[in-house]
């Protein structure tokens, strides 16, 4: 199924990242785009613009933040947004997301991604702050499905509700993250079936799998190593529904290049069952 949006399935595609910089200049691999961190391009010069100018130029590129907090109660940044759309024009990115989830309050960022609490109250919340950012980047802002190990007490759905309702009312994209499904699946004990059954697959632009860490009693979404069996076959489940780009994240203890685009290039078969 093809998305509403109208935004193209780029293929398998890879993270940016600094160690794998002067490979990529140096040889220019066969990769069909690449995502980068929103984060690390902003408020900075020098050495990584230039980088990410020349990577740019030859390669699609997606953006993906982690400091938007889409879920706080604190005013949506104006500084941040604006900036977020100059890199966006800077290097066409085809697409910009973030989390569902909320990084702070008070001007304090934590650095990590907080769960939402599922109510009706933080939906209209977040539906309203989803909606204007959309308005300033004049475009759909794919939010991800966040990994999670705590849950509000007193929710009114779950997560995958919430997520549908909030595509639903804002018009806004998915970034389905089929590791954080499986996380979660584990850390909350339900199914992952049941959460992809729920999905608005047409509103899936983009798709994430990613390694993680299992110690025993519960998952760390860590982006540490290679991805396993269920995940890929998670992905398998959304490709059949979804004409969406994949990506592969490895975030820490990352190998050569040639091993990482190994690993992502596994997704094509999954993709292709």
Wanted: hydrophobic share 45%; net charge negative.
């Amino acid at each position: 199924m093809s998305n509403r949006f109208g935004l193209p399935d780029l293929g398998v595609g890879l993270g940016l990242r600094t160690v794998h910089y002067g490979r990529i200049v140096e040889t220019w691999p066969e990769v069909d785009w690449f995502e980068i961190l929103s984060d690390n391009y902003m408020r900075t010069e020098g050495r990584p613009l230039d980088f990410l100018d020349r990577i740019a130029a030859r390669y699609p590129i997606a953006m993906h933040g982690v400091s938007l907090s889409i879920g706080s109660t604190d005013p949506l940044d104006r500084a941040y947004l604006a900036e977020l759309r100059a890199l966006r024009d800077r290097v066409h990115a085809r697409w910009v997301s973030d989390h569902l989830c909320w990084t702070g309050v008070g001007g304090r960022n934590t650095h990590d991604l907080l769960p939402m609490p599922y109510t009706e109250e933080a939906l209209k919340h977040v539906v309203d702050r989803v909606r204007y950012v959309q308005d300033l980047l004049g475009a759909p802002l794919a939010l991800e499905n966040p990994s999670t190990y705590v849950e509000h007490a007193g929710a009114a759905m779950r997560e995958w509700e919430f997520l549908a309702r909030l595509a639903e009312e804002a018009d806004c994209a998915l970034l389905l993250d089929v590791n954080n499904v499986y996380v979660s699946a584990f850390n909350h004990g339900f199914e992952p079936s049941e959460y992809l059954a729920a999905v608005p697959w047409d509103r899936v632009v983009q798709i994430h799998v990613a390694g993680h860490t299992n110690h025993g009693t519960h998952i760390v979404d860590t982006h540490i190593g290679p991805v396993i069996d269920p995940v890929w076959e998670l992905l398998g489940v959304a490709a059949k529904n979804a004409d969406a780009s994949v990506l592969l994240e490895w975030d820490a203890e990352i190998p050569s290049f040639e091993e990482t685009h190994a690993e992502a290039l596994r997704a094509e078969k999954w993709v292709r069952r």
